[in-house]
């Protein structure tokens, strides 16, 4: 069993309607699936691999050498529960960006600005696919004062002595929108949940891994699922991870697309609504002291804020 692989380019020929029944099936029994001939080139990827790398070898290796983690894995001989084995940055519009490696900002930046449109293009496909006016979730997300959040976390998981004692990163589901990942194509250990098992997520060349995050599950009244993902440790080689996240604005609402809830009379109505309606912030508030317990009662806890 693999995760779906799917060439976005179709959508632009003769297999359009193959390629959106393709993604609808990810979406709908996944969760989680690579995108090929994404429109992102070569070129402009095979740069943030090589800022990417350069950035952790220069300003964060030393620092997680020397970190309390590494010496607690040393020290404690036991299953560390609630730490992950990853250093991480997160680059926003207007936060502070690392200075000391060279072309690491410009390359980013450029990166960001495709990426951000890739997203908008996934989210217009959802909309096709879950019968929606084009527009509707990007909409959603924007509904807010201050427009939708894009974020970027850059991640390395660098070799661990004892990985049957840490996890790269714990089991979670992703509380925002849509995520965007350029992972690794060398380093393997993203895994995603599916029917019980955990599934690889397969390590390929310049391929984007598409995860929908909670609130998509909220919008689609269920019909989409946010999935439960983990990264394993490894005692060799520094996994790299560039996960770009496409999320609702903090004021933004949240609730199923009314078009998705089937009903014949309004009593009939309420009972189809598997989701409460929320403000995004307030769901933040509640994922950040739970990110790794179930998600069901996260929606429950919002639902009585």
Sequence with gaps: MAIPVIDFSKLNGEERANTLAQIA?????????????????????????????????????????KSKLVSLLDESGEKLENVDWEDVITLLDDNEWPSKTAGFQETMKEYRFELKKLAEKVMEVMDENLSLPKGYIEEAFNNGENGAFFGTKVSHYPPCPHPERVNGLRAHTDAGGVILLFQDDKVGGLQ??????????????????????????????????????????????????????????????????????????????????????????????????????????????????
């Design 25 to 65: 099936n990810a979406c709908e029994e996944w969760g989680f699936f690579q995108l090929v001939n994404h429109g992102i080139s070569e070129e402009v990827l095979e740069r943030v691999k090589k800022v990417a790398s350069e950035f952790y070898k220069l300003e964060r290796e030393e620092n997680f050498n």
């Design 192 to 305: 995603v949940l599916k029917d019980g098992q955990w599934i690889d997520v397969q390590p390929l060349p310049n391929t984007i891994v598409i995860n929908t995050g909670d609130q998509i599950e909220v919008l689609s009244n269920g019909r989409y699922k946010s999935a439960w993902h983990r990264v394993m440790s490894s005692t060799s080689g520094n996994r790299r991870s560039i996960a770009s996240f496409y999320n609702p604005s903090l004021t933004a609402t949240i609730a199923p697309a009314p078009q998705l809830v089937e009903k014949t009379n309004q009593e009939e109505a309420v009972e189809q609504i598997k989701y409460p309606k929320f403000v995004f912030g307030d769901y933040m508030s509640v994922y950040v002291q739970q990110k790794f317990l179930p998600k069901e009662p996260r929606f429950q806890a919002v639902s009585a804020m």
